[in-house]
């Protein structure tokens, strides 16, 4: 019998394109909430990075000390905006390619676990996930809102998934799947395999360097990919 194998996949860029809303959200926010024009922020780079991260930026930018009750404040207008983006009608995202085929063909190995390692916040996940009816592949995961360092989260996703799963897994049976360095950067530091994948930000070129252990363009060839994942 096969070893339980625990698969972590990213959000944005691996599964899913919100095409800006989850950066609309975040100025918006910053507007709603610290009162500053969304064009006199510096640039965020959210590639790679986890909401609570972001939010500590943010907080500096403006110029305000973060207090747990005003990031909390923030945080919620943030969801809030996130939520009305992502049903707007003007709303464009997209599933990247191949990713429902994929979720569903990894359904049907039994030794195989699908969990998040995300710098979404857990909430704004659930909202994205569910807008494109997929959340119900995931049972629990590491979230934006465990640790501001994605290096972090590994150990807790695999916590997580082991309480949910109810055995424990072996780091040589998890792969970490995601589309920037920064998600092979912490799947080192789980000491698991990383599979990237090039449909965010980073094209092969770019992820290559960081020595994945498997790099893609995208998912399209889902027999090959579920191959990879479960056996
Ligand atoms: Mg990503």
Same mark, same amino acid.
């Given at each position: 019998?096969?070893?339980?194998?625990?698969?972590?996949?990213?959000?944005?860029?691996?599964?899913?394109?919100?095409?800006?809303?989850?950066?609309?959200?975040?100025?918006? /926010?910053?507007?709603?909430?610290?009162?500053?024009?969304?064009?006199?922020?510096?640039?965020?780079?959210?590639?790679?990075?986890?909401?609570?991260?972001?939010?500590?930026?943010?907080?500096?930018?403006?110029?305000?000390?973060?207090?747990?009750?005003?990031?909390?404040?923030?945080? &919620?207008?943030?969801?809030?905006?996130?939520?009305?983006?992502?049903? /707007? &009608?003007?709303?464009?995202?997209? $599933?990247?390619?191949?990713?429902?085929?994929?979720?569903?063909?990894?359904?049907?190995? #039994?030794?195989?676990?699908?969990?998040?390692? !995300?710098? +979404?916040?857990?909430?704004?996940?659930?909202?994205?996930?569910?807008?494109?009816?997929?959340?119900?592949?995931?049972?629990?995961?590491?979230?934006? &809102? #465990?640790?501001?360092?994605? +290096?972090?989260?590994?150990?807790?996703?695999?916590?997580?998934?082991?309480?949910?799963?109810?055995?424990?897994?072996? %780091?040589?049976?998890?792969? %970490?799947?995601?589309?920037?360095?920064?998600?092979?950067?912490?799947?080192?530091? $789980?000491?698991?395999?990383?599979?990237?994948?090039? !449909?965010?930000?980073?094209?092969?070129?770019?992820?290559?360097?960081?020595?994945?252990?498997?790099?893609?363009?995208?998912?399209?060839? !889902?027999?090959?990919?579920?191959?990879?994942?479960?056996?």
């Amino acid at each position: 019998m096969s070893k339980p194998r625990l698969l972590l996949f990213d959000i944005d860029g691996t599964l899913l394109d919100t095409r800006g809303s989850g950066l609309g959200a975040l100025l918006d /926010a910053a507007e709603e909430v610290f009162g500053v024009p969304r064009d006199s922020l510096p640039p965020l780079d959210l590639a790679g990075a986890t909401d609570g991260g972001v939010v500590r930026k943010l907080f500096s930018d403006a110029g305000l000390p973060m207090t747990e009750e005003h990031a909390q404040r923030y945080r &919620d207008s943030y969801l809030g905006h996130l939520k009305r983006r992502l049903h /707007a &009608d003007v709303f464009a995202g997209r $599933l990247l390619p191949a990713v429902e085929e994929l979720l569903a063909a990894l359904g049907k190995h #039994d030794h195989v676990h699908l969990g998040l390692l !995300t710098g +979404n916040l857990r909430i704004g996940a659930g909202y994205k996930l569910k807008r494109f009816l997929i959340d119900h592949h995931f049972i629990d995961g590491a979230f934006g &809102d #465990d640790a501001e360092d994605r +290096n972090l989260l590994g150990p807790i996703a695999v916590e997580r998934m082991t309480k949910a799963r109810g055995h424990p897994f072996v %780091v040589e049976e998890v792969i %970490v799947i995601g589309d920037t360095p920064k998600d092979i950067a912490c799947a080192r530091a $789980l000491g698991a395999r990383c599979l990237g994948v090039a !449909t965010g930000a980073f094209g092969v070129h770019h992820l290559s360097p960081h020595a994945p252990w498997q790099c893609l363009v995208d998912f399209t060839e !889902t027999e090959r990919v579920v191959e990879l994942l479960v056996k």
